[in-house]
């Protein structure tokens, strides 16, 4: 074991970034932007290099898994509350992938903001998300998670409005942020009950004491009964549900690519949107207590995966289209958790940060040749002009439609394969979402290639000009991405998936153990190849890119005429299922008539009208009538006196 | 522990007598009294904070006390003194109280040594409501505290404020008689004014209920809890600036306090009763008041109406109690519930008076609190609007903020007396950051809404000074609460346990 104290070293790998970012943003006057991307990129990667290193500590050296408290936020009560850090393999990977995409993209942005306003001020948020992030995944409590989360989900909100003149992004912010909010509802009810129930929200602790609780119920609505762990691992998922953009909170997602091109790639591929997954996987051993939990994860992951790979396909922006299939792709990661196959959600979450991220940044580099235009429409030609971007965006594609060989093949076909051997409820329904989604993954994914860099060249006689590779500061990220996005699946299938990398970090039960099953017949790289080239999803995926190759290079007047035909299709999913419009009329208009109606009628017409006005005018009121009764004048009081004295004598007399 | 000199009389008469000094200087040299108010405000300051680095946190005793009869015929005395509960309340006066003044600087123009006087004045009177320990002192500083308010308000506020003020008057003025009549029960029933003689007074539960209704009418009103709101978001629109900010940051906290002094241990058994009035007034208060809040106009009225929210998880935490040692399931939840209600009143201090001067510093260049006179301010003024968006997010509760610590705590608590209240409390997640977050878009985002957005200039050093001391003191609560939780703990636990031994 090293010399080195690892709770400095820890601590050094989390705060590097943030003091990056604050002097990238505090002194962003003083240091020019040279300064800030050097005082950010240094930050950065002294924290991968650092995460490099503990990630060959726990791979290579079998380092113990670390988990130590830094210090104490709150003690009240009985409830011991603190920062600290757990590191253990699940971590080094998360740490090692945030790192390194987050490291490509800060060289990315020096040539893809060059000439924008507010370098400083972007440097300074990117490196601040760097150090959420790392925040989030080290935590070795809920508290500390849930501050993470909410941290990258401020920087989110943050960097989508980053053009804050743009009326379309500040709006997208917001909403990005409302949204993920309703998802944080659920999540801190999650951990409240976690709280009640387990009296500590230390991970360690609660897990441990999990399987004697899973017989647990909760009185939630009269006498009715509700298990325990079900309802905390969905109020949990909820949460999830939010920041991984899943239906019917996967709104926000599609439109935070009004933020630059460099943070959807960070941001909103790679790292924040699959805090999720992670979160998930770090608690499988509650998720494991609770087959409804599963299914309901499992039913909304595959229904994600297959319906908003669908809108891909109509999709004319080129972030967009990738932004779709960044829904599809997390809701396959979701459907692995639900299955239980945890070690495959977490993979295919690795090889798609890479794969994702480098089809973000090559759209990007895209977008720079096309001088902000991007609207593929306008595109065509683009690898005759842009050969670094071409082969890099076609390596990333086809990783993304699982191409045999490539990361994504592995990962994706382990999930299918996955939730092809579940026997919890909704297993046979995601199963079919997922294998028809590879369908749908390769079809729009080779339709936006073969627009954009296939075909005419630029529609604009301007663009075709103009248009010319980035510069190295765009392109060496897009290779070094593209390794990864090549290679990682073939090297890291045996021991992430089959092997013990995730060894006393997952739990799954043995009744739920669909990898083990599928690791039963795994031999090699190779026979996993072979095996799934002659499966169904393998010839789909093949039948995706040629429908693409058909219809989008051969006969593009199919396209249009199908989106004749079929215009009731078509209208629905430019639409996008009408979520949008459901929400604005019924959300967002909904609270403001609600409010208006609290506003005017409790509080101006009941509150203030009738109880305080209305008193004060009872009084006024109260106080005419007795000024007239004191008129002054000696007639009215000798009238009321012989009134009177008449009242008395008819009162007594008469009656 | 007692202080070798009378420290906190020392906090109650320095402002106050300074704020005399100040008044007598006069308006002919407007900076010697601004510089006097200041130096007043920063020493008074520096007086209490031994108050915090002398506390002797592991006891629930009054501290810092002092005891000399005052009217020895009615038993009345000066007895002053301090716990958990109250010492962190008046170290929140102290502080705010600085920035208050420096806020005022240059924007008061109009008798500028009258207007600092009322809050030096002002400053005395709230400590001296918060370390008052008999009866008789509390009601005086209580009813005293109106005057330097009403003036300020009523001198230095907007065209509408003869109603503002007479409606804050009126309104806090109605609630404290009721009060007075208790006391005074109180006192023939245990032969003297000592707060903490009523503590352990025998009361039966009809008595205990309508002493309860009394103190509710008094300290529902200064929260304010729905549905005796009303006058805060008319006194926050009139008021200026520094008004608010007490208001805001101070003076409901007042509220708050006195369920903890009087309602809930001299009435347990009444709170016990009435607990779900309390606690269905309280979730109303974040739920609806969170909707209406989302429909103003104003950018004061916004804030006034999410002061109310935000003071509805206060009164929440304060009475889930209850509910809470009702529940065989449970056994810890009503310390961390009553915790919570206290972190909240501090952080709410910090973030509201950080909010108004935000609001301020608005004001002050473009004469108009209306959120459609603005748009884009985050291009000509882009220092402010971080500052802006910062609190923005405190107020929506983002962890690592101060604004976090106290919901949290809350939402856990009540979670611990019913599933429900825990909902409903955590919707203002949603709300509460759709009401903030929509305002900032409106003011600070968007491209430059008019010419006179496109003129502003972005804060000055004195403003940095203000907003950023406020930003320390919300990061610093937000990340390590723990200071703050454990000076407070004996008092409360002691508080939690006398309430949790039935009168009857």
């Known amino acids: 074991m090293p010399a080195i104290d690892m709770k400095t070293l820890y601590l050094a790998l989390v705060l590097a970034p943030l003091a990056g970012s604050v002097i990238a943003g505090l002194l962003r006057n003083q240091i020019g932007k040279a300064g800030a991307h050097w005082a950010t990129i240094l930050g950065v990667g002294v924290s991968f290099a650092l995460s490099a290193y503990v990630f060959w500590l726990h791979v290579f050296q079998g380092a113990p898994v670390f988990n130590e408290n830094i210090y104490t936020w709150m003690v009240v009560d009985g409830l011991q509350l603190h920062v600290g850090f757990l590191v253990d393999n699940l971590t080094a990977m998360m740490i090692t992938v945030v790192t390194f995409v987050s490291l490509m993209v800060h060289i990315y942005t020096i040539g893809y903001m060059a000439h924008e306003e507010g370098y400083q001020r972007f440097f300074s948020y990117i490196a601040l998300f760097t150090f959420s992030m790392l925040m989030l995944v080290m935590s070795n409590n809920f508290l500390q998670l849930f501050f993470g989360w909410e941290a990258v989900g401020l920087v989110s909100y943050l960097l989508i409005g980053f053009y804050f003149k743009r009326e379309s992004a500040i709006f997208a912010n917001m909403k990005a942020f409302l949204v993920n909010r309703v998802g944080d509802f659920g999540f801190i009810l999650g951990i409240a009950a976690v709280a009640m129930y387990f009296g500590s929200l230390d991970y360690a602790q609660v897990f441990d004491a999990a399987p004697a609780k899973a017989g647990e119920t909760i009185g939630i609505w009269g006498g009715s009964q509700w298990s325990l762990m079900t309802v905390i691992c969905i109020l949990l998922f909820i949460g999830a549900m939010g920041k991984s953009a899943q239906v019917p909170l996967h709104v926000w997602l599609p439109d935070?690519?009004?933020?630059?091109?460099?943070?959807?790639?960070?941001?909103h591929a790679a790292t924040m949107v699959t805090a999720g997954i992670f979160m998930v996987a770090r608690m499988s051993p509650l998720y494991e207590l609770s087959e409804t939990a599963l299914s309901f994860v499992l039913v909304i992951g595959a229904t994600t995966a297959f319906f908003m790979g669908l809108i891909g396909i109509v999709q004319n922006d080129i972030k967009r289209v990738i932004a779709y299939s960044t829904l599809s792709q997390l809701g396959y990661m979701v459907a692995a958790l639900g299955a239980s196959a945890y070690a495959a959600g977490l993979f295919h979450l690795m090889t798609h940060a890479f794969f994702k991220a480098l089809l973000f940044l090559a759209a990007g580099s895209v977008i720079i040749g096309m001088h902000h235009d991007q609207d593929i429409r306008n595109m065509g030609g683009v690898?005759?002009?842009?050969?670094?971007?071409?082969?890099?965006?076609l390596l990333g594609n086809l990783a993304l439609i699982g191409f045999p060989g490539f990361s994504g093949f592995f990962s994706k076909d382990a999930i299918i394969e996955a939730v092809g051997h579940a026997q919890i409820a909704g297993a046979g329904y995601a199963h079919w979402l997922l294998v028809a989604g590879v369908f749908v993954t390769a079809l729009y994914s080779f339709r936006l290639y073969f627009i954009v860099f296939h075909g005419e060249g630029p529609r604009d006689e301007h663009a075709k000009e103009h248009i010319k590779e980035s510069p190295a500061v765009v392109t060496v990220p897009l290779m070094l991405l593209?390794?990864?996005?090549?290679?990682?699946?073939?090297?890291?299938?045996?021991?992430?998936?089959?092997?013990?990398?995730f060894k006393g970090v997952l739990h799954v039960a043995s009744a739920h153990d669909t990898l083990g099953e599928i690791g039963e017949h795994y031999h090699n790289q190779i026979g996993f190849i072979s095996h799934g080239v002659m499966a169904l999803p393998f010839w789909l995926a093949m039948g995706g890119l040629a429908t693409a190759f058909y219809v989008y290079m051969l006969k593009p007047e199919i396209a249009r005429n199908l989106a004749i035909r079929f215009d009731w299709l078509y209208g629905l999913l430019t639409r996008k299922y009408g979520f949008d419009e459901f929400n604005q009329a019924v959300f967002a208009k909904g609270s403001l008539l609600l409010g208006k109606g609290l506003w005017i009628v409790g509080d101006r017409t009941v509150i203030d009208g009738i109880a305080v006005n209305g008193s004060a005018r009872s009084v006024g009121l109260l106080g005419q009538t007795l000024r007239w009764l004191q008129s002054g004048y000696l007639y009215h009081y000798a009238i009321a006196m012989i009134l009177g004295l008449l009242g008395l004598v008819y009162w007594f007399v008469i009656r | 522990m007692s202080a070798d000199w009378p420290i906190l009389s020392a906090i109650i008469w320095l402002p106050v007598l300074g704020g005399l000094l100040v008044l007598f200087s006069g308006d002919k040299a407007p900076n010697v009294s601004r510089w006097l108010a200041l130096a007043v405000a920063v020493l008074t300051f520096l007086i209490s904070i031994p108050l915090w680095t002398g506390f002797d946190a592991s006891t629930a005793a009054m501290q810092f006390e002092e005891n000399i009869p005052w009217i020895e015929s009615f038993k009345v005395n000066y007895h002053l003194g301090v716990d958990g509960i109250s010492m962190p309340l008046i170290l929140l006066t102290t502080f705010i109280t600085i920035l208050v003044v420096i806020a005022g600087w240059q924007v008061i123009q109009y008798k500028p040594s009258q207007y600092m006087a009322a809050f030096l004045i002002m400053e005395g009177v709230m400590v001296g409501v918060?370390?008052?320990?008999?009866?008789?002192?509390?009601?005086?500083?209580?009813?005293?505290?109106?005057?330097p308010m009403f003036l300020i308000i009523g001198i230095w506020g907007g065209p509408n404020r003869v109603y503002a003020t007479i409606k804050f008057f009126l309104y806090t003025f109605l609630g404290s008689v009721f009060m007075l009549v208790a006391l005074v029960?109180?006192?023939?029933?245990?032969?003297?004014?000592?707060?903490?003689?009523?503590?352990?007074?025998?009361?039966?539960?009809?008595?205990?209920?309508?002493?309860?209704?009394?103190?509710?009418?008094?300290?529902?009103?200064?929260?304010?809890?729905?549905?005796?709101?009303?006058?805060?978001?008319?006194?926050?629109?009139?008021?200026?600036?520094?008004g608010s900010v007490i208001l805001a940051a101070i003076m409901l906290k007042i509220g708050g306090y006195g369920f903890l002094r009087f309602s809930l241990p001299i009435t347990p058994d009444a709170s016990s009763h009435l607990d779900w009035l309390i606690i269905a007034m309280s979730l109303i208060a974040v739920v609806y008041i969170g909707f209406v809040a989302l429909v103003q106009k104003d950018m004061k009225k916004l804030i006034a109406?999410?002061?109310?929210?935000?003071?509805?998880?206060?009164?929440?935490?304060?009475?889930?109690?209850?509910?809470?040692?009702?529940?065989?399931?449970?056994?810890?939840?009503?310390?961390?519930?009553?915790?919570?209600?206290?972190?909240?009143?501090?952080?709410?201090?910090?973030?509201?008076?950080?909010?108004?001067?935000?609001?301020?510093?608005?004001?002050?260049?473009?004469?108009?609190?209306?959120?459609?006179?603005?748009?884009?301010v985050v291009n000509t003024m882009p220092w402010f609007a971080a500052f802006m968006v910062f609190f923005a997010m405190a107020n929506a509760g983002l962890p690592g903020t101060s604004g976090f610590v106290g919901e949290f705590m809350v939402i856990l608590a009540s979670f611990r007396a019913d599933f429900w209240f825990a909902f409903l409390a955590a919707t203002t997640l949603i709300i509460g950051a759709a009401y903030t977050l929509w305002m900032v878009k409106r003011v600070v985002f968007g491209d430059v809404g008019n010419d006179r957005v496109a003129a502003l200039q972005d804060v000055n050093k004195r403003?940095?000074?203000?907003?950023?001391?406020?930003?320390?003191?919300?990061?610093?609560?937000?990340?390590?609460?723990?200071?703050?939780?454990?000076?407070?703990?004996?008092?409360i636990t002691n508080l939690v346990n006398h309430i949790a031994v039935s009168k009857l």
């Open chain 2, 305 to 376: 109406y999410s002061s109310i929210a935000h003071m509805g998880f206060v009164t929440l935490g304060f009475f889930i109690v209850f509910m809470i040692a009702a529940n065989p399931e449970v056994q810890t939840g009503a310390i961390l519930g009553v915790q919570g209600g206290m972190v909240q009143m501090v952080s709410h201090g910090f973030i509201s008076a950080a909010m108004f001067l935000c609001v301020g510093v608005l004001y002050d260049r473009m004469h108009s609190r209306e959120i459609a006179d603005y748009g884009g």
């Open chain 1, 482 to 501: 593209a390794i990864p996005s090549v290679v990682i699946g073939w090297m890291t299938i045996e021991p992430m998936l089959f092997g013990d990398y």
């Open chain 1, 256 to 267: 935070s690519m009004e933020g630059p091109t460099p943070i959807s790639a960070l941001i």
């Open chain 2, 463 to 491: 403003e940095v000074l203000v907003l950023g001391s406020l930003t320390l003191a919300v990061l610093a609560l937000g990340l390590w609460p723990e200071p703050l939780v454990k000076v407070m703990d004996a008092s």
């Open chain 1, 383 to 393: 690898r005759k002009y842009m050969k670094i971007t071409w082969i890099t965006f």
């Open chain 2, 130 to 147: 918060f370390a008052a320990l008999d009866a008789m002192l509390f009601y005086v500083f209580w009813e005293a505290m109106l005057i």
């Open chain 2, 185 to 242: 029960y109180m006192y023939f029933q245990s032969g003297s004014m000592e707060i903490l003689g009523f503590h352990t007074l025998k009361l039966g539960l009809t008595e205990q209920i309508l002493i309860f209704l009394a103190f509710l009418a008094a300290f529902a009103v200064k929260v304010p809890m729905w549905p005796v709101h009303t006058w805060l978001p008319d006194a926050h629109v009139e008021a200026p600036t520094g």
